[in-house]
């Protein structure tokens, strides 16, 4: 049995460093994922004036209920969304302010309209700099009151986080009406860790009750990224080894996990208990049809080896990755298509069909998870490349080296 350790959840990280911020005392975060995004999260705290400590293992953030310790600052949030959307709701929030936010130009194209549009509707005075409903941004705080919304999260669920946290910084507190939800989960990884912070916080259906109070400090542990995990279960899948991955068992916050009831579906042996989960597979999958609304973050891990499927694969119900880091389920099809195989493609699907897949090099428009899910397909097609390999950087800085180990130490006799 092969164990590999999983760094950090970026999205559990991202929360809790804006949790910590927000609390009252001093937080202890026990493996937190260090990688470009949550560098630039930290960064990002650090300009707004909040104390950050950053042992190998463990972040110390020193919270400040009333807001920034500086009244001036300018934040530029590199590729993160999360940081991009997070810290100008944060710095919202503030007494008084000024807070100028700028992002990569892969970070611009991506939309915040419905955040923006909800924080204004909040009386925030926020102004964008160029695009409308795009960064770069400016805020000019003096509290948020609080009150009710109606929010449109179906195109990426951070916006309903981003608010949801926000809510017991308000005066009053928030009520927040969501009409479209993608990536659900994510919400449900939210409020644990806003209880977790001492926050009350109740969902009646698609309505979020938030009450005024703040946040406490706490020591968090951040268990590993779920997402990060399924190209290591995706592999063990597709070439019969096996692979235990710890800290992700049946209590965990991420509905990534989740990718392994696709695995499973497609013939894949998975256990799971309440510390770990294990994936064993002979090598042969079959095809499906699956809606992976929820857990679109995995969704190029599974066309990266649909192709060795026994029967076609589709993936229904992906809109919203279209708004990732670049065009995702594009990026997958053209990918495809230059290894020979045959992919077909709708607004919100990707139907790909079994092929012998060609090596080539990997068009990553700069997306880690691309380069990530295409290394999985490169175990059965020797040879593929990647024309910017680095940019694992986002999310998992050693990703090739520790997939080569693992590739190593599950080699079939």
């Not at 795009?134 to 449109?152: M, R, Y």
């Not at 012998?356 to 175990?379: C, K, Q, Y």
């Not at 097609?381 to 080569?404: L, M, Q």
Request: proline letters at 6%; aromatic letters at 6%.
């Amino acid at each position: 049995m092969t164990v590999i350790d999983i760094p950090g959840s970026k999205s559990v990280t991202a929360r809790a460093l804006f949790l910590a911020a927000a609390a009252d005392g001093t937080t202890t975060l026990l493996r937190p994922l260090h990688s470009d995004d949550t560098e630039g999260f930290t960064e990002g705290l650090t300009r707004l004036g909040y104390g950050v400590v950053r042992e190998a293992d463990r972040w110390h953030i020193e919270g400040r209920p009333s807001g920034p310790a500086v009244t001036d600052a300018e934040v530029h949030c590199r590729d993160g969304a999360t940081t991009a959307r997070f810290l100008p709701t944060l710095a919202a929030a503030a007494a008084t302010g000024t807070y100028r936010f700028d992002a990569s130009a892969q970070m611009r194209r991506r939309p915040l309209a419905p955040l923006t549009q909800a924080l204004r509707a909040l009386g925030v005075d926020l102004r964008h700099g160029g695009a409308e409903g795009h960064h770069p941004l400016t805020i000019e705080a003096s509290g948020v009151k609080g009150g009710e919304l109606t929010l449109d999260a179906g195109e990426s669920s951070q916006y309903l986080t981003a608010l949801l946290m926000l809510g017991p910084l308000t005066a009053e507190g928030l009520r927040i009406e969501v009409t479209e939800l993608v990536s659900a989960p994510y919400i449900e990884i939210t409020l644990a860790m806003m209880r977790d912070f001492g926050a009350e916080v109740v969902r009646d259906g698609n309505t979020f009750t938030v009450s005024p109070g703040g946040y406490r400090a706490t020591t968090y542990a951040v268990e590993p990224d779920a997402s990060t995990a399924s190209y290591f279960f995706a592999a063990a899948a597709l070439t019969g080894r096996e692979v235990t991955i710890p800290g992700l068992g049946t209590g965990a916050l991420q509905g990534d996990l989740r990718f392994t009831d696709v695995l499973r579906r497609m013939g894949a042996e998975v256990t799971t208990t309440a510390g770990a989960t294990t994936v064993r597979s002979s090598g042969r999958l079959s095809g499906l049809t699956v809606n992976m609304r929820d857990i679109s973050d995995t969704m190029p891990t599974l066309a990266a080896i649909a192709p060795f499927a026994g029967s076609p694969v589709r993936i229904e119900d992906v809109a919203n990755t279209r708004v990732k880091e670049c065009d995702r389920l594009e990026a997958c099809a053209e990918n495809l298509r230059n290894m020979d195989i045959t992919v077909h493609t709708g607004p919100d699907w990707i139907e790909i069909h079994p092929g012998i897949p060609r090596p080539t090099e990997i068009v990553t428009h700069g997306d880690h998870r691309i380069v990530m899910s295409f290394a999985v397909a490169g175990l059965r097609t020797p040879g593929i490349s990647y024309d910017d390999p680095g940019c694992v950087r986002k999310t998992f800085p050693r990703f090739h080296e520790e997939f080569a180990g693992f590739v190593a130490r599950t080699a079939l006799p």
